[in-house]
């Protein structure tokens, strides 16, 4: 079956450090894949797309890879900062289709 | 700025109470989608419109129905509520100009509660 997963419900990092998270799918070929974030009791916001003929993908702390062999992609959050601590979330979209599958989300917590 | 304003960010219905949503958007996009997400699950798609009067079943469209009478506003329906529609609610848009790559943006939400 077609599925979509990210690491662990949370992660804890400390302020200053990098924080890392994963989204692992199987059974789909995207034409591109896609990070929002969310904070509680909101809509999710875009951040990032990386298609599926680029490896990687930066803007100012932020940076996606995308390993269609592995299929897999991971998010990096440089120098994290206790604003960054949120539920950050993943989404795939095959082309030819309007439809995004999302992951679950990890959420995120930057510790001062 | 992209606008997508939902009509209620919370809501407390009856059981058996016929429930409307409504989404606006105000950026000519295409495509809108109604998603509920709730916890361990996810976001889980109900219904998208690609354009007006348009519509499509999404993963999970069983106890909705959807209206697109306009472009800028896509409406759910709960026919009739019940209590496992307790949920957050989520409305989303995209653009579907060609050679564009679509990102979607997203309402603040409805937080309905079915009693």
């Known amino acids: 079956s077609q599925k979509i997963e990210q690491n662990s419900e949370a992660l804890n990092i400390q302020e200053g450090k990098t924080a890392t998270l994963t989204c692992n799918y199987t059974?789909?070929?995207?034409?591109?894949l896609q990070w929002y974030r969310q904070d509680p009791g909101r809509g999710p916001v875009f951040l990032l797309l990386?298609?599926?003929?680029?490896k990687e993908k930066r803007k100012e702390r932020l940076k996606v890879t995308f390993d269609t062999t592995l299929k897999q992609s991971l998010f990096h959050i440089t120098a994290s900062q206790p604003a960054d601590s949120a539920t950050y979330l993943c989404?795939?979209?095959?082309?030819?289709?309007?439809?995004?599958?999302f992951g679950t989300g990890t959420r995120l917590k930057v510790l001062a | 700025d992209v606008k997508v304003t939902q009509s209620s960010r919370y809501l407390v219905k009856r059981t058996g109470e016929k429930v409307f949503l409504e989404c606006v958007q105000d950026m000519d996009h295409e495509n809108m989608f109604w998603y509920r997400q709730d916890p361990g699950l996810g976001l889980r798609l109900i219904y998208f419109s690609y354009d007006v009067k348009m519509k499509e079943k999404g993963d999970i469209p069983e106890g909705y129905s959807v209206s697109r009478e306009k472009k800028e506003r896509f409406s759910l329906i709960l026919e009739s509520a019940s209590t496992n529609q307790t949920s957050m609610y989520l409305c989303?848009?995209?653009?579907?100009?060609?050679?564009?790559?679509?990102?979607?943006?997203f309402g603040p939400g409805t937080r309905l509660t079915v009693l």
């Open positions: 989404a795939l979209n095959t082309s030819g289709t309007y439809k995004y599958i």
């Open positions: 059974n789909y070929s995207p034409a591109y």
């Open positions: 989303a848009i995209s653009s579907r100009r060609r050679g564009r790559t679509d990102t979607q943006y």
């Open positions: 990386i298609r599926e003929n680029e």
